[in-house]
């Protein structure tokens, strides 16, 4: 058997950032979701033929699998460390039952999730999970609103950061690309998963929505009446730029040709290319 306090953590991360969800995996090696986030949980061993297989799977060298992933990062807590740097990014604080539904949620849906597969993927208990959150709609109110907080931030950080209305949009365009695919998996829940939400925690991340929309749409009306973007409807390129952002979460992998800083980047070209920028 393969050491099964480190090899469960080391497949979690390998699958990850494979870009491969914890289903798809599971269905390869032909075994249950549950079992697959057993065996990321360190709750069943690992045979040598199905260690080789997951390495397989995931295209990656079975003695990777035999090692821990390095230590977590230190949490995101711009709040308190007084931090205005929007382009750098820590690990949310999200308690184990947070993290457990960030990955049940990405891979089945909130609909196709349950709270034992949450504790499962916790390495929880049923019980140890409604200790902490009364159910699974708190679990996915908690993961929006912080989602939401986390990239509102760092848009205001951006906006405060430029000097004329252009260049402000330009940096917003920026922050809110680098939310969508530095974190991929909190944004595409967010995305995905409104209708979901209810009251009065769907009217909470609604407002900070329409409240990120109309810091874009007034710097992008500033710039059209300075004369640099020439676009005849600057509040519609508006909202179909952030449409553009936040589609970001359908295809971006961390394991692709280009970083999310890259993307983040020509993400803010492309806005300013649809907002028909005035040469001077």
């Known amino acids: ?79 308190a460390s007084g931090d205005t740097d929007w382009r750098r ?21 909130y609909h196709g999730a349950t709270m034992r597969l949450v504790a499962t993927a916790a390495d929880s208990s049923v019980a140890g999970i409604y200790h902490y ?15 939401m907080e986390d990239i509102e931030w760092r848009v205001a950080a951006a906006d405060a950061e430029g000097d004329r209305p252009a260049e402000r949009f330009a940096l917003m365009v920026e922050a809110l690309a680098l939310g969508h695919t530095v974190r ?22 609604a407002d900070a929505r329409r409240r990120l929309q109309a810091r874009l749409d007034a710097a992008a009306v500033a710039a059209a009446a300075d004369g640099t973007f020439t676009t005849p409807d600057p509040r519609g390129t508006a909202r179909a730029v952030t449409t553009m952002c936040m589609a970001l979460t359908y295809w971006f992998s961390p394991t692709g040709p280009l970083s999310p800083d890259e993307v983040a980047r020509d993400y803010a070209g492309h806005a300013l290319a649809m907002m028909q920028v005035q040469s001077r």
Request: neutral net charge.
């Open 184 to 205: 991929r998996d909190l944004a595409f829940i967010t995305a995905t998963e409104m209708r979901s939400l209810e009251e009065p925690d769907r009217r909470t991340v």
């Open 133 to 147: 959150h009364r159910s699974k709609q708190h679990l996915l109110a908690t993961l929006m609103t912080r989602t």
């Open 89 to 109: 990014f820590f690990e949310l604080d999200l308690d184990p039952a947070l993290r457990a539904a960030v990955e049940v949620f990405t891979d089945l849906g």
């Open 1 to 79: 058997m393969a050491e099964q306090n480190s090899t469960g953590p080391a497949v979690r991360q390998a699958r990850q950032q494979s870009g491969m969800s914890l289903r798809a995996l599971a269905s390869a090696i032909d075994v249950s979701v549950g079992t697959m986030s057993a065996i990321e949980n360190g709750k069943v061993a690992l045979t040598i033929d199905r260690l080789h297989a997951i390495a397989r799977h995931l295209d990656v060298p079975p003695a990777r699998l035999l090692s821990p992933p390095p230590d977590r990062a230190p949490v995101d807590t711009p709040a």
